[in-house]
């Protein structure tokens, strides 16, 4: 199988992996249990320019290097770090059982972990209850990754759910596993039979697709869009900061304001390129034109816009301003980002200023278009008389406002 391109190989300049948001279990491997409403840096465990995935499940996290090995921290009730043991990890750590056994890619669901190895096997590890390890007959949990035998074809990539998971193999067809979404199923289909694939503990067939649309619960504004009244939402008297209450039903839709960040990532033939969206429990991320965006529940800081108060549409994670990014994981209530940092200036080098992305900063002026106004107002002060020096008070007052 042809070696995905490593963040090294895609620039010269320096990368930097950063983690925020809900850390309970140590899951942003910062060696302590203390929410994180900013990003903070995470670059002892491994070079970060040699990082090619990262993801995050209900409490842990699990990075995969250019080298193919897997570290992972944070919650291991079930055995999910696939360390052999059940003690949750602080910091970043090798999982040992792979050693020898290169990793392609790594996905988490809430209490498990999917692993695929170069060589298009699939390995899982964690609880099993609901069948989401892809072996009906095995154990209720695992603590070292076992393979997923019954998956007979070559993977090309996974994902991971709740309490199901996914793999798309080299035929094109995707399979799925795990009963976590059959009881939403049963809910929405009364009456009828479920497929196969929601109530499946072994790899069951599901109908491909290609596009990426967003629906269902829009309470912290997961959806990142304007529900519409034909939706079937019911309003919030009480509440005017929230939009709507739980759904009756919702119609899948696009999101225009993300258009490119599927590009590169969701359709099979194009699997070997960068992660562009990820989704956590009721928050998501995504690179559009180098910019990380954020949106939905931000109780815990995961939007990384250093307040708690949720995210109703996609907006730049201001911190990350000045660093194109790479790659994008959320786990159910954190965050993980690798990005390129700008070049250092040379000496006597002025750094530059970074902005936003274009699409969210399309209306504002540049700074440096402002101070030249400014500038420019000042000198007209001095020189005019003092009508026309209030004139210029009113002026920059309305410009000010604006």
């Not at 002892?44 to 250019?66: E, L, M, N, Q």
């Not at 360390?83 to 809430?110: I, M, N, R, S, Y």
């Not at 990350?320 to 200036?345: D, M, R, Y």
Request: proline share 5%; glycine share 12%.
């Amino acid at each position: 199988m042809e070696r995905e391109p490593s963040a090294s190989e895609a620039t010269s300049t320096t990368a930097a992996l950063f983690a925020w948001g809900a850390n309970s279990y140590g899951q942003l491997g910062l060696g302590h249990k203390e929410d994180m409403l900013l990003p903070q840096p995470l670059n002892d465990f491994y070079k970060p320019g040699c990082v090619r995935r990262i993801t995050g499940g209900g409490g842990h996290s699990a990075v995969v290097t250019d080298g193919g090995s897997l570290f992972v921290c944070g919650l291991n009730k079930d055995g999910q770090l696939g360390l052999g043991h059940t003690e949750d990890v602080l910091c970043f750590t090798p999982c040992k059982a792979l050693l020898g056994c290169p990793v392609q890619q790594v996905a988490c669901g809430w209490d498990f972990t999917i692993i695929l190895t170069e060589n298009g096997q699939v390995l899982s590890c964690g609880s099993n209850s609901f069948g989401q390890l892809g072996v009906p007959h095995g154990p209720r949990r695992c603590v070292v990754p076992q393979a997923v035998e019954l998956l007979r074809e070559k993977a090309v990539s996974i994902a991971a759910g709740l309490r199901h998971a996914l793999a798309a193999t080299v035929s094109g067809f995707v399979f799925q596993w795990g009963t976590g979404l059959a009881s939403s199923g049963r809910r929405l289909c009364s009456g009828q039979t479920l497929p196969l694939f929601l109530t499946a503990k072994e790899p069951s067939r599901v109908t491909e697709t290609g596009k990426v649309f967003t629906w269902g619960r829009a309470d912290y504004g997961q959806l990142g869009r304007k529900l519409e009244s034909n939706e079937g939402w019911m309003l919030e008297k009480q509440d005017s900061s929230l939009p709507c209450s739980r759904p009756q039903k919702s119609m899948p839709a696009s999101l225009h304001c993300l258009m490119g960040a599927t590009e590169e990532n969701m359709l099979i033939e194009n699997l070997k390129k960068y992660k562009k969206v990820s989704c956590g429990s009721e928050h998501n991320l995504a690179v559009v034109g180098g910019a990380c965006y954020s949106w939905g529940w931000n109780e815990h800081g995961m939007c990384g816009d250093g307040s708690e108060a949720n995210v109703w549409a996609p907006k730049p994670v201001q911190a990350l301003q000045s660093s194109s990014g790479l790659l994008v994981g959320c786990g159910a209530g954190h965050s993980l980002a690798l990005c390129h940092l700008p070049a250092l200036p040379t000496l006597g080098q002025c750094p530059e200023v970074t902005g936003s992305s274009p699409d969210a900063t399309e209306d504002a002026k540049s700074q440096e278009a402002v101070d030249k106004e400014r500038k420019w107002e000042e000198r007209q002060a001095e020189t005019s008389t003092q009508s026309q020096s209030d004139r210029c008070r009113q002026q920059e007052l309305v410009t000010e406002t604006l």
